[in-house]
């Protein structure tokens, strides 16, 4: 190797070193620039957490879809969202005595509009206290919906369905046989339904297959197949897989139908018994020729106080319209339910034909209906959001 070759590589040897010193040096003293440095990243960190958590409230332009019990659902400031406090679950023993009575609504978006809500509670000079909807065996239970309702104030009612709706066949639908669902070919379904209601904690009023006294559901022991005694086996069975998810946050409200379009149909034979169940439920609208509450539901209610002294909800009621019978009817609906201890209030099935209802049931329908609703209600002792 010749002595031009060595020399050049020997100059260049301190060069490392010496960048090594620059570089330490300009790392010691440059303090400054590494806070700034590590600012950004915290920052950056820190902006990224807070999306995370404001895509999992899922904030609309309303607020937060879970907003606590009662609570206006505003969006929350940054505290919040960083260290969100939870609502305190309540037990389900405060809506299950309520010290007033309810007043429910089954609107079009139950449970998600607030707005459906504050319409209703601006004409009807209170504010509703449950809000029901209708959830078919070919969906997944939403607990986004429960929190919804929670956040405006409600205690959801959840009419839990087995069937794929009226277009697949009204009665027939082999596939949702009663018996299908005593031989377990439901129970992944039941049971996913079930862990996600317990998960989720909050009270909710279940309300299965209702109106099984009459003929026109797949889960009519008159129709799709099914036999005498399948009703309460099957709702024997979806209520033991509820309780070995361990849902006891569940009110379970078995509903019947008035008797009036099925009278020869034993009720006593469809009850699934006093350990299976919290609410009666009681479906009747007043129709044809009926001006009080008395000829709509007083037959009915006469049968179910010989079978059971568990407290009543009507689950879903209303007046079809009639110029004169409706205002008057809706008037005596008030009077009777305030004589009533053990009827714990009534949900109004606030839709008409366009919205799904098989006739105008809205309160509101008329300028007359509308007067008779406020004015009853007013006399009636509400029970608040807590059942208090």
């Given at each position: 190797?010749?002595?031009?070759?060595?020399?050049?590589?020997?100059?260049?040897?301190?060069?490392?070193?010496?960048?090594?010193?620059?570089?330490?040096?300009?790392?010691?003293?440059?303090?400054?620039?590494?806070?700034?440095?590590?600012?950004?990243?915290?920052?950056?960190?820190?902006?990224?957490?807070?999306?995370?958590?404001?895509?999992?409230?899922?904030?609309?332009?309303?607020?937060?879809?879970?907003?606590?019990?009662?609570?206006?659902?505003?969006?929350?400031?940054?505290?919040?969202?960083?260290?969100?406090?939870?609502?305190?679950?309540?037990?389900?023993?405060?809506?299950?005595?309520p010290k007033g009575?309810?007043?429910?609504?089954?609107?079009?978006?139950?449970?998600?509009?607030?707005?459906?809500?504050?319409?209703i509670a601006a004409?009807?000079?209170?504010?509703?206290?449950?809000?029901?909807?209708?959830?078919?065996?070919?969906?997944?239970?939403?607990?986004?919906?429960?929190?919804?309702?929670?956040?405006?104030?409600?205690?959801?009612?959840?009419?839990?369905?087995?069937?794929?709706?009226?277009?697949?066949?009204?009665?027939?639908?082999?596939?949702?046989?009663?018996?299908?669902?005593?031989?377990?070919?439901?129970?992944?379904?039941?049971?996913?339904?079930?862990?996600?209601?317990?998960?989720?904690?909050?009270?909710?009023?279940?309300?299965?297959?209702?109106?099984?006294?009459?003929?026109?559901?797949?889960?009519?022991?008159?129709?799709?197949?099914?036999?005498?005694?399948?009703?309460?086996?099957?709702?024997?069975?979806?209520?033991?897989?509820?309780?070995?998810?361990?849902?006891?946050?569940?009110?379970?409200?078995?509903?019947?139908?008035?008797?009036?379009?099925?009278?020869?149909?034993?009720?006593?034979?469809?009850?699934?018994?006093?350990?299976?169940?919290?609410?009666?439920?009681?479906?009747?609208?007043?129709?044809?020729?009926?001006?009080?509450?008395?000829?709509?539901?007083?037959?009915?209610?006469?049968?179910?106080?010989?079978?059971?002294?568990?407290?009543?909800?009507?689950?879903?009621?209303?007046?079809?319209?009639?110029?004169?019978?409706?205002?008057?009817?809706?008037?005596?609906?008030?009077?009777?339910?305030?004589?009533?201890?053990?009827?714990?209030?009534?949900?109004?099935?606030?839709?008409?034909?366009?919205?799904?209802?098989?006739?105008?049931?809205?309160?509101?329908?008329?300028?007359?209906?509308?007067?008779?609703?406020?004015?009853?209600i007013a006399t009636?002792?509400?029970?608040?959001?807590?059942?208090?």
């Amino acid at each position: 190797m010749s002595d031009t070759t060595v020399e050049p590589l020997a100059e260049q040897r301190p060069a490392p070193a010496a960048r090594r010193r620059k570089k330490t040096h300009w790392w010691s003293r440059g303090s400054g620039i590494r806070l700034r440095i590590w600012m950004t990243v915290n920052v950056l960190l820190l902006g990224t957490l807070c999306w995370g958590v404001m895509a999992a409230l899922e904030l609309d332009g309303k607020g937060p879809r879970y907003a606590g019990l009662g609570r206006p659902a505003g969006a929350p400031g940054l505290g919040q969202l960083i260290h969100p406090a939870p609502p305190p679950v309540p037990d389900k023993s405060l809506f299950e005595t309520p010290k007033g009575k309810y007043f429910g609504v089954a609107t079009p978006e139950a449970p998600w509009s607030a707005g459906e809500v504050d319409a209703i509670a601006a004409k009807a000079g209170v504010r509703p206290t449950m809000t029901e909807y209708f959830v078919r065996w070919t969906s997944e239970f939403d607990p986004k919906a429960i929190a919804r309702a929670y956040a405006h104030g409600t205690l959801p009612v959840i009419s839990w369905e087995p069937w794929d709706g009226e277009d697949n066949g009204h009665t027939e639908q082999p596939e949702f046989a009663l018996s299908t669902i005593v031989n377990g070919s439901h129970d992944d379904y039941i049971k996913r339904f079930a862990q996600s209601v317990a998960a989720q904690k909050w009270p909710v009023a279940l309300r299965f297959a209702h109106e099984m006294n009459g003929t026109w559901y797949p889960w009519s022991e008159a129709k799709n197949g099914n036999q005498k005694g399948q009703y309460v086996q099957a709702w024997k069975h979806i209520h033991d897989l509820f309780a070995q998810a361990g849902a006891d946050n569940v009110i379970w409200v078995w509903s019947a139908n008035i008797v009036r379009p099925v009278p020869n149909v034993d009720l006593a034979g469809l009850y699934p018994g006093d350990d299976y169940v919290d609410w009666i439920g009681l479906t009747g609208y007043g129709t044809k020729g009926e001006a009080s509450a008395t000829d709509t539901f007083g037959p009915t209610v006469d049968i179910l106080r010989r079978i059971t002294h568990k407290p009543m909800l009507i689950t879903e009621t209303g007046r079809e319209p009639s110029t004169e019978l409706k205002a008057k009817w809706t008037t005596d609906f008030f009077g009777w339910l305030n004589q009533q201890p053990d009827v714990l209030g009534f949900i109004w099935f606030e839709r008409d034909r366009d919205q799904g209802g098989k006739a105008d049931w809205r309160f509101d329908e008329t300028p007359e209906s509308l007067r008779a609703f406020a004015e009853g209600i007013a006399t009636v002792a509400l029970a608040d959001g807590l059942g208090g």
